[in-house]
Nanobody, 116 residues
């Protein structure tokens, strides 16, 4: 059974850092493009960053460029999102996402709260 499980969220002060993890099971993460999304209270879910399967090409939302870094560890079959210089507006539930055999998969999400 294909599954994505996020972890690493928490409460952090502005300017702080967190690293989110998304452990994949049931498929080989490296074969597929994967992405991070987030959803703040009262707002629509938005794309944060993605990494391609071939060439590991990365893309970032303008709001996180220069602060967030997406990467994956093939040996651990895990996707990461390193978040630095966090701002209160980064507060949201963060989800990892992929599409395998034309079916979309989401993790359960991990809460990130940036507050003094």
């Amino acid at each position: 059974q294909l599954q994505l499980v996020e972890s690493g969220g928490g409460l952090v002060q502005p300017g702080g850092s967190l690293r989110l993890s998304c452990a994949a099971s049931g498929f080989t993460l490296d074969y597929y493009s994967v992405a991070w999304f987030r959803q703040a209270p009262g707002k629509e879910r938005e794309g944060v960053s993605c990494i391609s399967s071939v060439g590991r090409k990365t893309n970032y939302a303008d709001s996180v460029k220069g602060r967030f870094t997406i990467d994956r560890d093939n040996a651990k079959n895990t996707l990461y999102l390193q978040m630095n210089s966090l701002k209160p507006e980064d507060t949201a539930v963060y989800y990892c996402w992929t599409v395998v055999a034309a079916r979309t998969y989401w993790g359960q999400g991990t809460q990130v709260t940036v507050s003094p």
